[in-house]
């Protein structure tokens, strides 16, 4: 392929940037002496409408190819992941529509749309190098998005840490990626599986068998690979910088991280295990188990899935409830993982997807009640049943669908994840204890999803409590949210028949 093919797949990453110089440049030169109203709402508009032309080129000109051995892939299954980013992206942007934490608003709405450039490339790549500079990227931009409310020391101070974890699991990822290409002497995520292929040996077992014995700087390889990854997705031991960040960040700061990011960086993880570390999967069944990636993101899932839920029992502050919460999802969306079937995405992409519709909506009603009564402590949620009874009941979609009831999106999603993780082929019963684990912490994270639910319809409000009306704006984009969630619930085909078609291509 020429160059010109090139831009000509990277056209939608090219409309983002775009709209992110001409926010910048309006609100530099046109806005600076307007008031911050309409220069949000001006913005808002700028970055929405290039968001959306990239969604409209990817839906009117769907393309495929492959530029420079996977430098850049085309393909209709990244396409719906990039479509799935740039609406989460329009959703964030409309609900910082009511945002006042900081008066620069260009550069604000500027660094939203690069850190989407990045996501976007990050998922349009099976090349290792074009990973890491992907991942950078989106991974400053969220640095200096966590650090934008200036007025509020939570925020620098969660924004230092994230940086500092962010910036050793950078090293873990690159030292990861660099023994990756001294084993296959190439940057492409399919050459690197043929000469793991290639490099694996076979040992004896006795009686005739063997197993398959993996290269001890490969498996270095994977536990440093897995390492920067976990940390981008606050699995445990690496999740650290999550609480911190999601409770000081700014809300669409927030939003963003644990919505476009959290499926960006799951895409890819999948995409480096199923091709790049392909023949070296091991597997975690009790009597035939064999060292590999598959066992290593196995006591992972675990662990999240069990810190997180418990951790999330002690939480005061609604903000670090979700955060824990994330955690503990990062350790169900890992059992799609370890089936390590290519078909394993279906599952996958419909639970990140769902998932970060029903985080966004959450953070958008924390936003709201931050600014009525100052804090996201569950006090200041008390009687938000009858002060705001359409928030509320949007609040009550999004905290079942976490939880896992049905009819909504956040049920299917783990019904279709556990019940994959034990149908695939290879796999078996051998995952059948870390799906009894995942149902058992999803009983468990019922318990603190309906705390929030009963302070917003048990306890009653605060004599001292105040009450401000919910923006049409913030409550259009909530209400809208919840629905998303409801109608794929009842209705997956909407999100599962494309992937599925997809996935057959």
Known sequence: MSYLDFLRLAIPETIVVVAALAVLGVDLVVLRGVETRLRLLIGTMISCVGCLGGVAWLLAFPQTGNFMHGMLVANPLTRIVMIALLLLTIATLLLSLETRFTPHIGEFFALVLLGTVGMLFLVSTEDILMIFVSLELTSLSLYILTAFDKSSVKSSEAALKYFLFGGMAAAFTLFGLSLLYGIAH???????????????????????????????????????????????????????????????????????????????????????????????????????????????????????????????????????????????????????????????????????????????????????????????????????????????????????????????AGFFGKFYLFSFALSAPGSGLGLLWLVSLAIGMSAVSLYYYLQVLKQIYVVPTAASGTSVKTPVSTQTVLVLLALAVLVLGCVPGLVLIPILSALRL
């Open 186 to 408: 190439s940057t492409n995520l399919g050459q690197i599986a043929q000469a793991i292929a290639q490099k694996a040996t076979h040992a004896s077992a006795g009686a005739g068998a063997s197993h398959l014995t993996l290269d001890p700087v490969l498996i270095l390889a994977i536990v440093l690979t897995v390492a920067g990854f976990g940390f981008k997705l606050a699995t445990v031991p690496f999740h650290l910088w999550a609480p911190d960040a999601y409770q000081g960040a700014p809300i669409p700061s927030a939003a963003l991280i644990a919505s476009g990011s959290k499926l960006a960086g799951f895409f890819i993880l999948a995409k480096v295990m199923f091709l790049g570390f392909a023949g070296a999967e091991g597997t975690v069944a009790w009597r035939a188990f064999l060292p590999g990636w598959v066992p290593l993101l196995a006591v992972i899932a675990a662990a999240s899935m069990v810190l997180g839920n418990l951790a999330a029992l002690v939480q005061g502050s609604v903000r670090r409830l979700i955060a824990y919460s994330a955690i503990a999802h990062s350790g169900y969306m890992l059992i799609a993982l370890l089936s390590h079937q290519v078909e394993a995405m279906a599952p996958l992409l419909y639970y990140v997807m769902t998932y970060g519709l029903t985080t966004l909506g959450a953070f958008g009603v924390v936003g709201v009640v931050q600014e009525r009564a100052g804090g996201d402590r569950l006090a200041d949620f008390a009687g938000l049943g009858r002060s705001a009874p359409l928030l509320s009941f949007c609040m009550l979609i999004f905290m079942l669908s976490l939880a896992g009831i049905p009819p909504l």
